[in-house]
């Protein structure tokens, strides 16, 4: 039986991932990446009976961020990541949004996250690994025990994240890829920031 489970629900314009982990045995949940359309990720949670403990952040774009601020004021939560690094894109939340379309809150974690740094939910921990590339302060969530990986926007079915945007590198971002996610056994499984999953093995 899977210790965490998630439950993915596209938000935004941008039809962004917004995993909602949580822990089988005591019903514990992080909302990750909560970019918007919080109506869909709170009504996910009241659903099924969540108790939200905490907002984790892969980076500092707005179709994954931009509503987290709202977020941890509705449910008096605390927000956790990215890696400070992308401190110049959490302050430019709103300006990202209004030149997208969409609504976004300037946004400031009550925890930066760094490469071996864990994470609680409920009775269990995520691995956090820094894999910039995509923006200079992405980080993504492993959980051993059932082999997954929360990875945001660093690789996609058959893609990977761009780096046209403020802070990408193609370098960086292939170095993330190939000496991190890569590593990983071919069988874990991906949550993809945008997309369907995929695995290590497949990509």
Sequence with gaps: MSLIK???HPVTPFQQNAPILFCEESKKCAFI???GDLDILLGAAKENKLIPERILLTHGHADHAGAASELANILSLKIEGPHEEDLFLLESLESQG????MQAQNCMPDRWLKDGDQVQLGNEALQVLFC???TPGHVIFYFEADNFIINGDVLFRESFGRVDLPGGDLTTLKNSIFNILFQYPDETIVYCGHGPNTTIGHE
């Design 6 to 8: 998630a439950l993915i």
């Design 33 to 35: 990446d909560p970019g």
């Design 98 to 101: 209004k030149m997208f379309g």
């Design 132 to 134: 910039p590339g995509h």
